[in-house]
């Protein structure tokens, strides 16, 4: 089936570990989006990209690194990771910012760093 | 501040109530307006858009107010199966940047028998 798919849906890491979190998309949408989400925050934008190679700072960005080499894929890294990093991760995707366009969550990947 | 604020919550209502939630945004850029549904953690599901004249979806009605930046959402006749995390989110368009999605904290409804 056509989707947005998350990988790995649990991760334990360590802390200090290179962490990637992978994002995959099948509807060849511009816009794709990493959020967290925590108690007490809601889900708060870490980065986003537009398109192919186009990727923007969201709310918190810190720690973090994406890249957006193919219009599908968007994956997330934790450079070195720390336990405040421990969350559930959501990737989006939408076709465009018109606001009849639906936006499509993955069901998340959660992570503990330890 | 953040751009985008919801009442904190949570909220516990009977079965039956009528409830609101208010959302208020700070940037004059924003463009599209939408309340999401989540469960228990799981992902967000798009519960309606807001426009403009507002809009009705059966028992709920989301409206926006541009001028005080504000968009609402009330549900009448609130079911045991209401309950649940809502979450107010904006488009924001950021010259050559694109359409950012910003959600606001969310807040959480409890409907009791």
């Known amino acids: 089936d056509a989707g947005i798919t998350q990988s790995p849906r649990y991760k334990i890491t360590e802390t200090g570990r290179q962490v990637t979190l992978m994002c995959h998309q099948t509807w060849s949408h511009s816009y794709m989006f990493w959020y967290r989400q925590d108690l007490g925050h809601g889900l708060r934008l870490i980065y986003y990209?537009?398109?192919?190679?186009?990727?923007d700072k969201g709310e918190v960005p810190d720690g973090y690194v994406v890249s957006r080499s193919k219009t599908e894929n968007f994956p997330l890294t934790l450079e070195s990771a720390t336990r405040s990093q421990t969350s559930v991760y959501f990737c989006?995707?939408?076709?465009?910012?018109?606001?009849?366009?639906?936006?499509?969550f993955g069901e998340g990947s959660w992570l503990t760093v330890v | 501040r953040k751009e985008v604020e919801q009442d904190p919550g949570p909220f516990n209502v009977p079965e039956g109530a009528t409830v609101a939630f208010n959302c208020t945004y700070s940037n004059s850029a924003s463009q599209s307006f939408f309340w999401y549904r989540q469960d228990c953690r799981k992902e967000p599901k798009l519960l309606m858009s807001?426009?403009?004249s507002g809009n009705e979806d059966g028992r709920f009605t989301a409206q926006l107010n541009r001028a005080s930046q504000y968009i609402s959402l009330l549900i009448r006749d609130s079911k045991l199966s209401d309950s649940a995390t809502y979450l107010c989110?904006?488009?924001?368009?950021?010259?050559?940047?694109?359409?950012?999605?910003?959600f606001g904290q969310g807040t959480e409804l409890s409907v009791k028998p």
């Open positions: 989006a995707s939408r076709s465009g910012t018109a606001i009849g366009n639906t936006i499509y």
């Open positions: 807001v426009y403009s």
């Open positions: 989110a904006v488009i924001l368009l950021i010259y050559n940047q694109g359409g950012k999605l910003i």
């Open positions: 990209s537009a398109a192919a190679d186009i990727t």
